[in-house]
């Protein structure tokens, strides 16, 4: 069990976990591009999208589509400035020390 990780990985696999266990069965990419936008506020900002598509060697347009979708899902919104950042539901701080625990339990319906 790895006990220390990045922000960022730590941030992917948490977003990886949530989106699966609620049925939403997102790409790699744009669980990549959720986790980016969770460790930098925001993916509006010129600097952080260009560094998303540096790192992830996306192109442009690339990244606007996965937006779009993601806004389509609510996963991001536009807050009272008009920056794109996570819905406040799913937001958390993964710059400080943050665990994460799963408990899942199967349960029998009775026929």
Known sequence: MKTNISPFS???TYYTILFEVNQMHLEKRQIEL??????NGTISSPPVKAAFISQF????????NIISDLQKLGILV????????????????FTGTTG????????????
């Open 34 to 39: 959720v986790a980016f936008c969770a460790i």
């Open 78 to 93: 536009k807050d009272e400035y008009k920056k794109i950042r996570l819905a406040p539901s799913i937001r958390m701080d």
């Open 100 to 111: 994460l625990s799963v408990k899942m339990k199967l349960i029998k319906e009775n026929d």
């Open 57 to 64: 060697k996306s192109s442009k347009g690339g990244v606007n």
């Open 10 to 12: 730590f941030a992917q």
